[in-house]
C-alpha cells in the first residue's frame, strides 16, 4: 500500500471509531449557526438592497460572497412576535406571542411559553454551545429569560430600549448579563459596541465547537444611539450612522470566523424583524419600493433585507428571489445540525438548504401575515390577497375587503395595482388556502396581555 493510501486509511478508520461526543467528530458534521437580527431595519436602508447613502461595506461583501434573498419575511411585523416565530419555527398565532398589546412591556407578566421548543434548545441538545447578544423582547421575568430557553449565556437588554415602567426605574432599559442586572439605564451609545466583543469573545471561546449564536441587535429601533466613532459618519445622518455602525457589527463577527478559520464550517444569517418605523421620519428607515413599514402587514412591514454567507457551502454572488421566512431558520439550521424537528406541534418553517446551496429551490410557497390575532393577508406563489388592511402605526385604521384586494407582488411589489378583478380564480383560490391554514391554528391563551392585576388604591 502506497503512504499516500495508508495515511487516508489510518485517518478514516480514525474518524470512524471516534466516539459520538467527540468534538473533532463533531465538528465534522455540526455546522456553526450565526442569526444576527437587527431591529426596525428596513427593506431598502442597505446598500446591496439599493440604499443610495447608508455605507455597508461590511454586508454588501457578505452579499458578494454569499447569497441575497430578496422575497424574504419575517413572522411578524413587530418585534415580540416576529422573535417567537425565529426562536420557534411558529407562527406567533400558535404560542400566544400575539395579542391586542402587540408587544411585551416591562408590566406585562407574560412570555414566551414553557412548552414552546427554541432553536437554542434544539442545538443546545445537539452539543451546541449557545449564546443570546442583544434585544430579548420574550419576557423579562426570570422565567421566560434566555437562559430559561436554551441559551447558556445571556448579555443584552430584555425588551425595547424605548421601554420603562413609569414607577421603577429599574425597569429602564436595563443591560443584563445572564439573570442579573448589571447596569441601569445601559449605556446605549456603547451597546452595539458591547455586544459585538461579547460575541467575537464567545465565538473565540468556543471556537473547537459547535455553537449557536443569536445577535438580535437592539437598533435601528428608536431612540437611536451611535458610539462616538460613528458620530456624523454617514450621509444619512442619525439613522445611517446607527446602521453604518450595525454593519461594523456584521464586519467583526465575519472577520472573527474568517481569522479563526471556522468560517467554512458556519452559517451566518442577517435579516430583521420587521419593517422600518415610518412615523419617526428621519429617525426611522425606508422600505425602499415596497409598501408601508412595521406594524402592517403590506410589504414594507414584513419583507426583510436578508443575506446567508458560509464560504464554500453557499454559492457566492447569488440571488434567490424564492420565498423565505425568519420562521425557516429554525427548520433550516436543526436540520443542518441533525437536530429533530417537533412533531408533536405544527412547525410553520422549512427547510432551505436546496435553495441555500444552489440544489433546488424553497419549498416554501406560501405566508401567512397576521396582525395581532387575525389573518390579514396569505401569499400564495407571486399572488397576494388582502381581506383586511391597515397602515402602519398610527397612519389609519383597518379596512376589510370582500372581495380581496390582491396584488402581483413579482410584477408589482409596492401593491400599487389591485387585479382582483381580472384574477378571479385566484382570489378564490387564495380564500380555500386561508381557510385551509385557518383550520389549522387553534386559540392559545395570548401572553402579550397578561398584565399584572391592578393594585388597591
Same mark, same amino acid.
Given at each position: 500500500?502506497?503512504?499516500?493510501a495508508?495515511?487516508c486509511?489510518?485517518?478514516?478508520?480514525?474518524?470512524?471509531t471516534?466516539?459520538?461526543?467527540?468534538?473533532?467528530?463533531?465538528n465534522l458534521?455540526k455546522?456553526?449557526?450565526?442569526?444576527?437580527f437587527?431591529?426596525?431595519?428596513?427593506y431598502g436602508?442597505?446598500g446591496?438592497?439599493?440604499n443610495? =447613502?447608508?455605507?455597508?461595506?461590511n454586508l454588501?461583501r457578505?452579499?458578494?460572497?454569499g447569497?441575497?434573498?430578496t422575497?424574504f419575511?419575517a413572522a411578524?411585523?413587530?418585534?415580540t412576535?416576529?422573535r417567537?416565530?425565529?426562536?420557534?419555527?411558529?407562527?406567533?398565532i400558535?404560542?400566544g406571542?400575539?395579542?391586542?398589546?402587540?408587544?411585551l412591556f416591562?408590566?406585562?407578566?407574560?412570555?414566551?411559553?414553557?412548552d414552546?421548543i427554541?432553536l437554542?434548545?434544539?442545538l443546545?441538545a445537539q452539543?451546541?454551545?449557545t449564546?443570546?447578544?442583544?434585544?430579548?423582547?420574550?419576557?423579562?421575568?426570570?422565567?421566560?429569560?434566555? =437562559?430559561?430557553?436554551?441559551?447558556d449565556?445571556?448579555?443584552?437588554?430584555?425588551?425595547s430600549?424605548?421601554m420603562?415602567a413609569?414607577?421603577?426605574?429599574s425597569?429602564?432599559?436595563?443591560?443584563?448579563?445572564d439573570?442579573?442586572v448589571?447596569e441601569v439605564?445601559?449605556?446605549?451609545?456603547?451597546?452595539?459596541?458591547?455586544?459585538t466583543e461579547?460575541?467575537v469573545?464567545?465565538i473565540?471561546t468556543n471556537?473547537d465547537?459547535?455553537?449557536?449564536?443569536?445577535m438580535?441587535?437592539t437598533?435601528?429601533h428608536v431612540p437611536?444611539f451611535?458610539s462616538?466613532r460613528?458620530?456624523?459618519?454617514?450621509l444619512?445622518?442619525?439613522?445611517g450612522?446607527?446602521?453604518?455602525?450595525?454593519d461594523?457589527?456584521?464586519?467583526?463577527?465575519?472577520?472573527?470566523?474568517r481569522q479563526?478559520k471556522?468560517d467554512?464550517r458556519t452559517m451566518?444569517?442577517?435579516?430583521s424583524?420587521?419593517?422600518?418605523?415610518?412615523?419617526?421620519k428621519?429617525n426611522?428607515?425606508s422600505?425602499?419600493l415596497?409598501?408601508?413599514?412595521?406594524?402592517?402587514t403590506?410589504?414594507?412591514?414584513?419583507r426583510?433585507p436578508?443575506v446567508?454567507?458560509?464560504?464554500?457551502r453557499i454559492?457566492?454572488g447569488?440571488?434567490?428571489?424564492?420565498?423565505g421566512? =425568519?420562521m425557516?431558520?429554525?427548520?433550516?439550521?436543526a436540520?443542518l445540525?441533525?437536530?429533530a424537528?417537533?412533531?408533536?406541534r405544527?412547525?410553520?418553517?422549512?427547510?432551505?438548504?436546496a435553495?441555500?446551496f444552489g440544489?433546488?429551490?424553497s419549498?416554501?410557497?406560501?405566508?401567512?401575515?397576521y396582525?395581532n390575532?387575525?389573518?390579514f393577508a396569505?401569499?400564495?406563489?407571486?399572488?397576494?390577497?388582502?381581506f383586511i388592511?391597515q397602515?402602519?402605526y398610527g397612519?389609519?385604521e383597518k379596512?376589510?375587503?370582500?372581495?380581496?384586494?390582491?396584488?402581483?407582488?413579482?410584477?408589482?411589489?409596492g401593491e400599487?395595482?389591485?387585479?382582483?378583478k381580472?384574477k378571479?380564480?385566484?382570489?378564490?383560490d387564495?380564500?380555500r388556502?386561508?381557510e385551509?391554514?385557518?383550520? =389549522?391554528?387553534?386559540p392559545v391563551?395570548s401572553?402579550?396581555?397578561r398584565?399584572?392585576?391592578?393594585r388597591?388604591n
Amino acid at each position: 500500500m502506497r503512504p499516500t493510501a495508508f495515511l487516508c486509511t489510518v485517518l478514516l478508520w480514525s474518524l470512524m471509531t471516534l466516539p459520538a461526543n467527540s468534538t473533532l467528530g463533531a465538528n465534522l458534521q455540526k455546522p456553526n449557526v450565526v442569526i444576527i437580527f437587527a431591529d426596525d431595519l428596513g427593506y431598502g436602508d442597505l446598500g446591496c438592497f439599493g440604499n443610495p =447613502t447608508i455605507r455597508t461595506p461590511n454586508l454588501d461583501r457578505m452579499a458578494a460572497e454569499g447569497q441575497k434573498w430578496t422575497q424574504f419575511y419575517a413572522a411578524a411585523s413587530v418585534c415580540t412576535p416576529s422573535r417567537a416565530g425565529l426562536l420557534t419555527g411558529r407562527l406567533p398565532i400558535r404560542n400566544g406571542m400575539c395579542g391586542q398589546r402587540r408587544v411585551l412591556f416591562p408590566d406585562s407578566i407574560g412570555g414566551l411559553p414553557a412548552d414552546e421548543i427554541t432553536l437554542a434548545e434544539a442545538l443546545k441538545a445537539q452539543g451546541y454551545a449557545t449564546a443570546c447578544v442583544g434585544k430579548w423582547h420574550l419576557g423579562h421575568l426570570p422565567q421566560y429569560l434566555p =437562559t430559561r430557553n436554551g441559551f447558556d449565556s445571556y448579555f443584552g437588554i430584555p425588551y425595547s430600549n424605548d421601554m420603562r415602567a413609569w414607577d421603577d426605574r429599574s425597569k429602564m432599559a436595563p443591560l443584563m448579563r445572564d439573570e442579573k442586572v448589571i447596569e441601569v439605564p445601559a449605556d446605549q451609545t456603547t451597546l452595539t459596541r458591547r455586544y459585538t466583543e461579547e460575541a467575537v469573545a464567545f465565538i473565540r471561546t468556543n471556537k473547537d465547537r459547535p455553537f449557536f449564536l443569536y445577535m438580535p441587535h437592539t437598533f435601528p429601533h428608536v431612540p437611536l444611539f451611535r458610539s462616538e466613532r460613528f458620530a456624523g459618519k454617514s450621509l444619512r445622518g442619525l439613522y445611517g450612522d446607527v446602521v453604518e455602525e450595525l454593519d461594523w457589527s456584521v464586519g467583526e463577527v465575519l472577520d472573527a470566523l474568517r481569522q479563526l478559520k471556522i468560517d467554512g464550517r458556519t452559517m451566518v444569517a442577517f435579516t430583521s424583524d420587521n419593517g422600518p418605523w415610518l412615523i419617526m421620519k428621519l429617525n426611522g428607515g425606508s422600505a425602499g419600493l415596497l409598501r408601508e413599514g412595521k406594524g402592517c402587514t403590506y410589504e414594507g412591514g414584513m419583507r426583510e433585507p436578508t443575506v446567508f454567507w458560509w464560504p464554500g457551502r453557499i454559492p457566492a454572488g447569488t440571488v434567490v428571489t424564492d420565498l423565505g421566512s =425568519t420562521m425557516d431558520l429554525f427548520t433550516t439550521a436543526a436540520k443542518l445540525a441533525g437536530a429533530a424537528v417537533p412533531d408533536d406541534r405544527v412547525i410553520d418553517g422549512v427547510d432551505l438548504s436546496a435553495a441555500l446551496f444552489g440544489r433546488g429551490h424553497s419549498p416554501r410557497k406560501t405566508m401567512f401575515y397576521y396582525r395581532n390575532r387575525e389573518l390579514f393577508a396569505v401569499r400564495k406563489g407571486p399572488y397576494k390577497a388582502h381581506f383586511i388592511t391597515q397602515p402602519a402605526y398610527g397612519k389609519g385604521e383597518k379596512v376589510a375587503h370582500d372581495p380581496p384586494e390582491l396584488y402581483h407582488l413579482e410584477h408589482d411589489p409596492g401593491e400599487k395595482f389591485d387585479v382582483s378583478k381580472q384574477k378571479p380564480d385566484v382570489v378564490a383560490d387564495l380564500i380555500r388556502e386561508a381557510e385551509l391554514h385557518k383550520k =389549522t391554528v387553534k386559540p392559545v391563551d395570548s401572553q402579550l396581555d397578561r398584565q399584572p392585576a391592578k393594585r388597591a388604591n
